[in-house]
């Protein structure tokens, strides 16, 4: 089905002749005059410049809803606003009358995630956002998801009258964060807004605020955590994501950058042996049980099935930004 932006007007002719595939790294290197940069810079750098540069990124969705080719730019923008593994940004967007949001398997994590769950869980984070950025637009979004091959998702686009949601303008508030967090207790509102927001076909969000079950928690994390640090495999594959420098990470556009976890801004020559040093079992578990003991609750995804379907159906998706809106 081609997209229909405008009741009274045909598209068709502003579609490209062949498909256009955009990943994050090409939206940002196309998008420079509007100082676009990865959220993996917001609030961890220590420069002007590139706070600004992330600023603008998460900037407010601005298209002429008569230019297509910027309608469809901006709708990729805000769906790579969605979180993944290592901000490994494992997607790409391929544009012919539809949006085909399909796997990047040339950025996948075989060592954390063999089986490429938390990559399909990431491409349902980022359909999410295109849906919720599409409706602030005026568009009604119908995604499909297709299991044959690597399991692609299309979202086909119809023009209804636009609804700009809450969830919708907590997407460029929304940001990964490995700080502390202060304890205080969810109210039962934001409670029951989070367990709807969590809940989808076939998948539920189950939320622990009692302590005991949060120290139950805490003892698989631990565990997991002590034999994923241990395995020397993982241990490469997250150095090869982590960018040390605030420059390394503006210029990848991708990745972790060291300043999230408090660790120094070093260029990777010096970093790079230096992190062996340093991530030890020992003291990560220490920082994840104070995170988790300082945290208000825990929230565990399930679903009814181990399929790429139901992966991608319980991304955390509007979980995520229904969290961003006041919840701790």
Wanted: with cysteine; proline share 6%; net charge negative.
């Amino acid at each position: 089905m081609t997209p229909n932006l405008v009741p009274s007007q045909d598209y068709t002719a502003l579609e490209p002749a062949a498909p256009i595939e955009l990943k994050r790294r090409h939206v940002v290197l196309g998008a420079v005059a509007c100082g676009a940069l990865s959220p993996v810079l917001v609030a961890c750098s220590s420069g002007e410049d590139e706070q600004d540069l992330a600023r603008a990124l998460r900037r407010p969705f601005a298209a002429d809803g008569g230019d297509h080719a910027q309608l469809m730019q901006e709708l990729v923008r805000y769906a790579t606003l969605a979180p993944s593994s290592h901000n490994t940004q494992c997607w790409t967007f391929r544009m012919q009358g539809a949006i085909v949001i399909a796997p990047d398997m040339a950025r996948r994590c075989p060592s954390v995630d063999p089986d490429d769950h938390h990559l399909h869980v990431s491409l349902g984070c980022a359909t999410e956002n295109l849906a919720h950025a599409a409706l602030a637009a005026g568009l009604h979004a119908e995604a499909r998801f297709d299991p044959v091959g690597p399991g692609a998702i299309t979202v086909h686009l119809e023009a209804p009258r636009a609804s700009v949601t809450p969830l919708y303008q907590a997407i460029s508030e929304r940001q990964c964060t490995r700080g502390d967090y202060d304890g205080k207790p969810v109210s039962a509102d934001e409670l029951r807004l989070l367990e709807r927001a969590g809940t989808g076909n076939g998948v539920r969000a189950m939320l622990m605020t009692e302590r005991a079950n949060m120290e139950k928690v805490l003892e698989y994390v631990v565990s997991a955590n002590t034999a994923r640090l241990d395995d020397a495999a993982f241990a490469a594959e997250l150095k090869s994501w982590i960018r040390f420098s605030a420059a390394e990470a503006q210029r990848a556009g991708d990745g972790l950058f060291a300043g999230t976890t408090g660790s120094p801004v070093l260029p990777r020559w010096l970093a790079s042996p230096l992190m062996g040093l340093f991530l030890r079992p020992k003291s990560e578990n220490e920082r994840y049980a104070k995170q988790i003991r300082n945290s208000s609750g825990i929230a565990v995804f399930v679903s009814e099935a181990n399929d790429k379907a139901h992966w991608i159906e319980a991304g955390p998706k509007d979980f995520c930004v229904a969290a961003s809106i006041g919840s701790r």
